[in-house]
């Protein structure tokens, strides 16, 4: 059996897994992110990313204490195998600190992130979070549903009747646990999903889009079915969108 003294003195040699939201669209960094995070952000020299070049161009925005050339990048995604990702984040054992960071948003959070984030915590390395946008709760936040119950369903199915039978599976869920539902689609596709959740759901259904969080093409807004079918629809096209919705 381990001696739990032991145990924290490990912890104190390992490094720290640095989870850093990124912005969700163009916009300052100030507006989004904490000047302490950009600073810790902007001293890290190893990071995981979901995108090299999404990652670089997050940094470009921060106080950097070196060049970014000297920054290395990993690309972490469903392809990569275990034990490469147990390379990339080996320098935690010497104590090196390493930052964690999605496409967009909060990283590990519908992000192969969490991936990275499990294994630190088997090393027994320290985990920090850092506060910034997560498009999925500021979008709750402000949907005026049910924040208290809630799920969050990642993409529906492209395929147009499967699509429509898990819109309508996730309605009755909805319905029963009084839920509100969470889920994204990729922005070219937008319209498509607006135009399957008017004309699938029932009117009495509660539906908010939630458009490009904290840009300034931000747009958020709630009705019933039944008036969204009355009122032109909004432009969504390209642009990164949350649908939440809620059953009667």
């Excluded at 399957?196 to 969080?213: D, F, M, P, Y």
Aim: charged share 15%; with cysteine.
């Amino acid at each position: 059996m381990s001696n739990p003294t032991e145990t924290v003195a490990n912890k104190n040699t390992l490094g720290t897994l640095h989870l850093i939201p990124v912005g969700l669209g163009d916009s300052p960094i100030h507006a989004w992110l904490p000047a302490q995070a950009q600073a810790q952000a902007g001293g890290l020299k190893l990071y995981i990313a979901e995108s090299a070049k999404v990652a670089r161009a997050f940094l470009k925005l921060t106080p950097l204490q070196h060049p970014l050339q000297e920054v290395t990048i990993h690309e972490l995604n469903t392809r990569i195998d275990d034990e490469t990702l147990e390379n990339w984040l080996a320098p935690l054992k010497s104590g090196t600190d390493i930052g964690l960071v999605s496409d967009a948003g909060c990283p590990a959070i519908a992000d192969p992130g969490a991936r990275a984030v499990a294994l630190a915590h088997r090393w027994g390395a320290a985990v920090k979070p850092w506060v910034g946008p997560s498009s999925i709760l500021l979008g709750l936040m402000a949907s005026g549903l049910d924040g208290q119950r809630f799920a969050f369903h990642g993409y529906a199915p492209i395929e147009p009747a499967e699509r429509i039978k898990q819109l309508k599976a996730w309605e009755q869920i909805s319905a029963k646990q009084k839920q509100s539902q969470l889920f994204i689609e990729t922005p070219y596709r937008n319209q498509a999903m607006f135009t399957s959740l008017i004309e699938h759901l029932k009117g009495n259904t509660q539906l908010c889009i939630a458009r490009s969080v904290t840009t300034a093409d931000e747009w958020i807004c709630t009705r019933t079915i039944a008036q969204w079918k009355h009122q032109a629809a909004p432009v969504l096209d390209k642009h990164p969108t949350l649908f939440i919705f809620q059953a009667a």
